[in-house]
């Protein structure tokens, strides 16, 4: 017999987006077993790039600002109710030669409080449904080697490590490996 969580990602795998006029509603049918059970997904507005840094320590409102206002990247916000709690940030890939087909996950996240439900799925697929717009045939992301919970969510949504792609990147004092993961979208 499967459990609740497995066929909660199951039905999430196939099922949860619905767009309508410009945002993308998540709904879980599970909202028996949850106390969440709406989100909406939408374009970041300015007024975001607060809410969104409150994500991201390693981004200023500045920085947030900035990308949300020349949309680069293009950004989304999750929203539980009127507050934020998920980002992405996708546009094409920043790596040197990859073709302009190449789209690329800038950086996704989701408050600690509301990891586990399906809200980064939401975001990915509204990221996807955006780059898919865009022409984009194909999506890439790197991530740290020991964030082996983003790395299983991504490998999941049908990411694969390119293990050739290996690098030491700096972040603040330290430097951490980065692996680059890539996944066809259609």
């Not at 509301?114 to 799925?121: P, R, T």
């Not at 697929?125 to 717009?133: I, K, P, Q, S, V």
Request: overall charge positive; proline content about 4%; hydrophobic content about 40%.
């Amino acid at each position: 017999m499967r459990s609740l969580s497995s066929l909660r990602r199951s039905f999430h795998a196939r099922n949860v987006l619905r767009r309508q006029s410009g945002f993308v509603l998540f709904f879980d049918p599970f909202s028996f077993m949850s106390s969440t059970t709406n989100y909406e997904v939408r374009s970041a507005t300015l007024r975001d790039a607060k809410s969104i840094a409150e994500i991201d320590a390693d981004a200023s409102p500045a920085h947030w600002r900035e990308a949300i206002e020349y949309s680069e990247p293009q950004v989304f916000v999750a929203l539980d109710g009127a507050q934020i709690v998920g980002f992405v940030g996708f546009d094409r890939s920043r790596d040197k030669g990859t073709p302009p087909t190449t789209g690329e996950i800038w950086k996704i996240k989701v408050s600690p409080s509301h990891q586990g439900k399906g809200i980064g799925l939401a975001l990915w697929d509204a990221a996807r449904e955006g780059l898919l717009e865009e022409g984009c045939s194909s999506v890439t992301l790197w991530l740290p080697l020991g964030s082996e919970r983003a790395l299983r969510f991504h490998e999941l949504a049908g990411f694969k490590r390119e293990m050739n792609s290996i690098k030491t990147v700096p972040r603040g004092d330290v430097r951490i490996e980065e692996i680059r993961l890539k996944r066809a979208l259609t």
